[in-house]
């Protein structure tokens, strides 16, 4: 069927009126406050929420000199918490020795993982008559970071103990204790794992027993852990002078063996499926472990069972110090040491943080890991508690294993 078409009309002319636009003055003046009209708004929103106002105050950039300690600056509600402040952080990683014996210029701060390499830069600045403020928030013990295979081997031949954690049985328990003792001369004779019954695990490795640190001429872990090896073989005592301290060093030295991985990379290679064949047992801080364990629970909703640790029986507390070296530099020191919220972040970041009388506590650490569902390591009361020696007879003794070279340049000038 076809539609009849309608009639057609005539066609009419429109006409307008005069046109009403804006002259062009006038026509850019409206789009421009059109543009405004967010910006405007997103400003008001910012800054009445707080977070706008900061980069119009000023953001100091720190420069500093981390060693392994640079995981809390890179954490990002660290970083958050510092921007309130109106600080940033901008960080040079090495190790706490090169941290010592390199220039200063141009830095706010140095931030060396332990005592020694904290009292070679203070001594330095002193002696130049240099600025140097040294503050203290936290600590983490050395540890010996391991596989459960190889835990349960040094189990079988009576060198570790399952320590109970909170939460914990016997069989999985993620922490033993390492007899020092029997641990160095098993690896000073020679043995491998091959030799001790790893393959009872399913596992093939030949390599000799050891305990893997980085350079010991560049990192504080392994200059300490050298010190609790010659403690031990010294009969827990330190060597007080440069004869004693020269014959125990070249003891010890055929047993710290190492393949000088970068202290950055220690714990990355523990982490990785990799590390188990690379370095069955490797020397870290407490933190570190629980760092890795805390990140394990959150992604798959449980801590991971096969990597262990064993604490030393011979136990030694490294005490992380922070050293402003300008002004600038120490009101950062002054918020980690003091602040609540970034004391709290440490925690989280599985340090022992220290208390207001400057001693490390445990408790609320523990209290933590077992709410965040990870068994705590308990305590072992009995273990000695090693003691490092002088820092001229350490350095010594650590030049002497490691046949360390000179310094690049004297402390206190550019690198």
Known sequence: MTAERPHAEEPRLAIRGPSRRLPLRGRTLRSLVTALVFPVAGLLALTAGGHLLLPFDGVTTLEGK??????????????R??????????????????????????????????????????????????YAKGHSAFVSPIVLATYREYAETL?????????????????S????????????ELSAGGKKWSDIGIN???????????????????????????????????GNTVPTDNAA???????????????????EQMFQTYEVPEGKGLAPIVVVYEHQ?????????????????????????TQFLTEPEYIALTPKGDRLGELIENDDQLQRRAMELGFRVLDSSGKATSTELYRFLEDQGIPAPASAANDTKATLPSLPLLERMITTVGECPPPTSTPGTTS
């Open 173 to 184: 328990t993620l922490y033993y204790t390492l007899n020092m003792k029997r641990f160095i």
């Open 155 to 171: 189990r079988d031949n009576g060198l570790a103990t399952p320590r109970q954690g909170v939460g914990a049985d016997g069989s």
């Open 81 to 130: 918490l510092l921007m309130k402040h109106g600080i940033r952080v901008h960080i040079t990683r090495m190790g706490s020795r090169d941290i010592a014996t390199t220039g200063f210029d141009g830095y706010d701060f140095a931030f060396p993982s332990g005592r020694p390499a904290a009292d070679l830069i203070k001594n330095d600045r002193k002696r130049k008559n240099a």
């Open 289 to 313: 472990y629980f760092a890795y364990q805390i990140r394990q629970r959150q992604q798959t909703g449980k801590p991971d069972s096969q990597r262990v640790l064993l604490y030393p029986s």
């Open 200 to 234: 009872k695990y399913r596992t093939e490795n030949g390599n000799r027993i050891l305990a893997q640190t980085s350079n010991v001429c560049e990192a504080n872990h392994a200059g300490t852990y050298l010190g609790l090896v010659a403690f031990v073989e010294n």
């Open 66 to 79: 981390i060693a392994s300690k640079s995981e809390f600056f890179e954490d990002e509600k660290v970083q």
């Open 245 to 263: 301290a020269d014959r125990v060093a070249r003891k010890i030295k055929p047993t710290l063996v190492s393949q000088g991985l970068p202290s």
